[in-house]
């Protein structure tokens, strides 16, 4: 390992689910770090699927499908499609670049995004979101159980009609709460990335309150103000807001002063 590389030595707890770890656990390797794996939410597919697959029924009425993560993408595109391309009229809107780059990678181009924050108030300030654009039209929101009603909500009282479908749920993880715990009382652990204010609940319930205080003072990357806020509410002392996406999670983590910690 090159002790001149930013990370070197230090070993990053990575908390985003499974199947979107890879990229940042990669971008953390490269730079000397060692990425911990310890996903904080597992995602699974409804276990009703009827409301997905009449929304695919129907693909060609809606104005707009929103997309509010990769995780929505890869659960309901397949139904959606079953076969056909993505129809001209129907504009795909996702939340984030990498919602955008999960449409692209599946065919599905010209999606509309925002391009400086990736969440829903930044694509409530899209003027094809605003209220002459939308007015009258449907709009299908495509995302996890319990979801943040602010898009929705907002886009009716717009004047669109709204439908939201559920096309696959969130849970607390089942497993790695041992060897998690393990690497924290060892003090195995260098830093934090969270990219959920959900899957920081599912932290705060798992870990005792005995234990807290070793992880509380983890230095906390989070690329969101609202998950900044939330951390340093729960009792995180150092909480470091970054850039979004992966991107932003590594900068951060290479910017940080390591001595403090």
């Known amino acids: 390992m090159r002790a001149d590389l930013p990370l070197a030595g230090k070993t990053i707890v990575v908390t985003r689910p499974r199947a979107q770890a890879a990229e940042l656990g990669r971008g953390i390797a490269a730079l000397g770090g060692e990425p911990f794996y310890f996903p904080l939410l597992e995602i699974l597919p409804v276990a009703d699927a009827g409301p997905l697959q009449a929304a695919a029924a129907r693909l060609d009425a ?29 504009r795909p809107v996702a939340v984030g670049p990498g919602t955008a780059g999960a449409l692209a990678a599946a065919g599905v181009r010209d999606c509309l995004c925002p391009v400086a924050r990736f969440d829903s108030e930044a694509l409530l300030q899209l003027p094809e979101l605003a209220a002459p654009a939308v007015a009258g039209r449907q709009v299908l929101i495509l995302r996890g159980n319990g979801g943040r009603e602010l898009l929705g909500d907002t886009l009716e009282a717009r004047g669109a ?101």
């Open 62 to 90: 809606y104005a707009l499908v929103v997309f509010v993560s990769p995780n929505a993408v890869r659960h309901a595109l397949p139904s959606l499609l079953q076969g056909r391309d993505w129809p001209a009229a129907v």
């Open 161 to 261: 009609r709204v439908e939201r479908v559920s096309c696959y749920q969130r849970r607390a993880p089942a497993t790695g709460w041992a060897a998690f715990r393990a690497a924290l009382a060892a003090g195995r652990c260098a830093a934090l990335t969270l990219s959920s204010s959900e899957a920081l609940g599912y932290l705060l319930a798992g870990v005792p309150a005995a234990e807290r205080e070793r992880l509380f003072a983890l230095p906390l990357f989070a690329p969101h103000a609202r998950i900044a806020e939330h951390a340093r509410a729960a009792g995180f002392v150092q909480v470091v807001l970054t850039a979004p996406a992966d991107a932003g999670l590594l900068a951060g983590l290479c910017a940080y002063n390591w001595s403090r910690s």
